[in-house]
């Protein structure tokens, strides 16, 4: 749901071809934020989507890619790995992940669209390497409060230009349409 309009969020990407449809029922929307009703139903749908050109199994598979790596795997290397081996280290994961996908029978747009979110899931962890190393030391190190993390003295080692240097040529004009890129734009 976007915050400031209340309406929830549609990133539909379509293949130039094809239609879909998208109807949005301004009325439930209304009557289910009504503070007086009474008979809110949680699970009640205000959107209804037609016309889309993936199958359910190929949604799957796209919304599947955006979990390219244990979060807390992640952490553990994080907590052992300088930003370098870091880089590798997800590199290397995307790279595995982007030859499995090539051994799925997708079609054209799905594969697209599979491989371009793991692309931008592993950049976004890579640009965000400090605030992820220092996140995997409070977690470590059950640091709960302001107070206490500024009493440690860790501080993630801040990566040098080279680091990123896996951002040349790394994004291009069929990932527009995803959610991250735009914080990536700005990020890099």
């Not at 069929?174 to 990536?184: C, E, F």
């Amino acid at each position: 749901m976007d915050p400031y309009s209340g309406m929830p969020r549609i990133f539909p990407f379509m293949p130039s071809g094809n239609e879909i449809n998208i109807y949005i029922d301004l009325k439930k929307i209304s009557r289910s934020d009504s503070r007086n009703r009474k008979d809110k139903d949680p699970n009640e749908r205000t959107m209804y989507i037609s016309g889309s050109c993936f199958t359910r199994k190929e949604l799957g598979e796209i919304l599947d890619a955006e979990r390219v790596y244990n979060y807390e795997g992640m952490q553990k290397a994080l907590m052992s790995m300088k930003p370098e081996e870091f880089k590798e280290h997800v590199l290397n994961i995307m790279s595995i992940k982007l030859d499995e996908i090539k051994q799925k029978d997708y079609s054209d747009n799905t594969r697209m669209m599979v491989e371009n979110n793991i692309r931008m899931n592993v950049y976004r962890a890579l640009l965000n390497y400090e605030e992820n190393a220092n996140e995997a030391y409070i977690r470590a190190n059950n640091i709960t409060t302001l107070e206490e993390w500024e009493q440690t003295e860790f501080r993630a080692e801040k990566p040098d230009i080279a680091y990123y240097s896996f951002l040349k040529g790394a994004l291009n004009d069929n990932m527009a349409y995803l959610r991250m890129y735009t914080y990536l734009i700005n990020r890099s």
